[in-house]
């Protein structure tokens, strides 16, 4: 399983940047994706996830407090992607950001923890300059 995440750089506050991971040696629509986050110092912290498909093309999301209203996840199924849009950024998004997933049967639950998630990407780097 390869997670691959791609996106991040240096952005003033107040600006955006699209995070994307490419998901490969899993079964895609089987895993519920998230995005979780580490600065310097800090623990590693939730920020966004997404459920596998029910439904049609239905997904349930949740986010971070710190994030809501200025980051969106999102995926591609057909594509194996999971991307987070992040709008109005602040110096506190300052981290190194990884995309993680985990096997869930149940298609609209999703986890918050990292210890719920099995497979994590390498990480990509946002700095926001204030």
């Known amino acids: 399983v390869q997670l691959q995440a791609s996106g991040g750089g240096l952005v003033q506050a107040g600006g955006s940047l699209r995070l994307s991971c490419a998901a490969s040696?899993?079964?895609?629509?089987?895993?519920?994706m998230g995005w979780f986050r580490q600065a310097p110092g800090k623990e590693r912290e939730f920020v966004a996830a997404i459920s596998r498909a029910w439904g049609r093309d239905n997904f349930n999301t949740q986010y971070a407090d710190s994030v809501k209203g200025r980051f969106t996840i999102s995926r591609d199924n057909a594509k194996n992607t999971v991307a987070l849009q992040m709008n109005s950024l602040k110096s506190d998004d300052t981290a190194v950001y990884y995309c993680?997933?985990?096997?869930?049967?149940?298609?609209?639950?999703?986890?918050?923890?990292?210890?719920?998630?099995?497979?994590w990407g390498q990480g990509t780097l946002v700095t926001v300059s204030s």
């Open positions: 993680a997933s985990h096997y869930i049967r149940r298609a609209d639950l999703l986890q918050v923890t990292p210890s719920a998630y099995q497979y």
């Open positions: 040696g899993l079964t895609f629509n089987q895993h519920a």
